[in-house]
């Protein structure tokens, strides 16, 4: 055990997009197993920006293992380029552990994580669910404390996952060598529909929360009131309105075979959110 800890402390992890959702999780475990993580981002302590590849080498130098969280999503076109570039910049920093997040069920970030794979660095690559923190970090917040929330996922059923339970698996096989050249595909324990989850939001928070179902163009429509640019907001609406077809909708087990224990329910989520004052509550 003394040993395992020394071998920790003695390594270097780099965590690219730190302050984004799983990034920041991730950076917390690490530090706190005693790891030095350089916490890469745009204006962070370490400079690492998805968009300038000129960042990538000094943010790779000395490290032992990385963790790859791609900006803005390992499907957005020129994605496997970034990623092939990235895996030859780690194999020549001298690298040895790669943990990749990818979606569920996306084919081109199924072809991106096949080019991070031909650096020959060993790689974890974990494809996570629709992230239960979504409705209380990301696009649906706002709609969540407003009320009701528009999104295009008609009546389909995800099991949404929660990012905590994504980043202990990253940790896990950030740290161990029991997962190294695995696909890890993370889900909650059972389906949710996106009515069923407003169901739920509302009675952890006891305010109103609806969910009201849109086209993809409609989607569009409301990322740009958000302020997202036109191209930008067609490309989301149509990768979400893609992922959110039913072809998602099963469950593994890989969680409980990383942790050994159960992920979390999106009930405990919404409970948990709510005490901690997410929407205000």
């Keep these: 055990m003394a040993e395992n ?4 402390q003695n390594t ?3 965590v690219t997009a730190a302050t984004g959702k799983t990034g920041r999780r991730v ?10 993580v350089r916490a890469g981002s745009r204006r962070g302590e ?5 968009e300038d590849d000129s960042t990538w080498a000094a943010a790779l130098r000395d490290a032992d293992a990385a963790y790859v969280a791609y900006y803005p999503d390992l499907a957005a076109p020129g994605a496997d380029g970034a990623m092939r570039t990235f895996g030859r910049l780690a194999e020549r920093a001298g690298v040895g552990r790669l943990v990749l997040l990818s979606g569920r069920g996306e084919p081109e970030a199924a072809a991106a994580e096949s080019a991070l ?5 060993p790689l974890t690559v974990v ?3 629709f992230f239960a923190q979504n409705f209380s970090e990301g696009l649906m ?4 404390r407003a009320g009701e929330f528009a999104f295009p996922a008609g009546e389909a059923a995800e099991p949404f996952v929660d990012a905590d339970d994504l980043a202990d698996v990253v940790v896990a096989a950030l740290t161990g060598d029991a997962f190294a050249g695995e696909t890890l595909e993370l889900t909650g324990p059972r389906l949710v529909g996106f009515a069923e989850a407003a169901e739920e939001l509302a009675r952890a928070t006891g305010r109103t929360v609806r969910y009201r179902p849109v086209s993809g163009e409609e989607y569009a429509a409301v990322l740009g009131a958000y302020g997202f640019p036109e191209a930008e907001a067609r490309w989301v609406a149509d990768l979400f309105t893609s992922l959110l077809d039913g072809h998602n909708a099963s469950l593994t087990d890989d969680v409980k075979r990383v942790l050994g ?9 919404a409970e948990d959110a709510a005490r901690a004052g997410a929407w205000g509550v």
């Design 46 to 50: 370490v400079r690492f920006d998805w």
């Design 12 to 14: 270097t992890a780099l």
């Design 117 to 121: 794979r031909e650096s020959g660095v």
């Design 5 to 8: 800890l020394t071998q920790m």
């Design 141 to 144: 917040y706002e709609g969540v």
């Design 261 to 269: 224990r159960e992920p979390k329910d999106f009930t405990a989520f």
């Design 27 to 36: 950076t917390d475990r690490l530090r706190a197993l005693g790891l030095t």
């Design 127 to 129: 494809r996570g669910s």
